[in-house]
Nanobody, 123 residues
């Protein structure tokens, strides 16, 4: 069975950094794109960053370009999101997800989802 497990969330001050991890299992990791999405209370889920696992090509939401970096350890089927220069508006539950390519940061394209990890950024 498919399992995506996020970790690494927590509370930081504005300007700080966090690295999220997502351990994937139960499916062929390299046949899917992987993405990070986030959802704040009262707001719609939005895409943050994605990666084509077979090639390493990445794509980002404009709001996080230059601050966040998506990466992977293919041998471990593990996805990462390095978040630097965090802002209060980054506060949300962050989810990792998997989709068949071609992929974009559209939640409806993603077949598998993790439970999420909370990121809180204080000013």
């Amino acid at each position: 069975q498919v399992q995506l497990v996020e970790s690494g969330g927590g509370s930081v001050q504005a300007g700080g950094s966090l690295r999220l991890s997502c351990a994937a299992s139960g499916y062929t990791y390299g046949s899917y794109c992987m993405g990070w999405f986030r959802q704040a209370p009262g707001k719609e889920r939005e895409g943050v960053a994605g990666i084509y696992t077979s090639t390493g090509s990445t794509f980002y939401a404009d709001s996080v370009k230059g601050r966040f970096t998506i990466s992977q350890d293919k041998a471990k089927n593990t996805l990462y999101l390095q978040m630097n220069s965090l802002k209060p508006e980054d506060t949300a539950i962050y989810y990792c997800a998997a989709a068949r390519p071609p992929c974009a940061l559209v939640a409806g394209q993603y077949r598998y989802w993790g439970q999420g990890t909370q990121v809180t950024v204080s000013s």
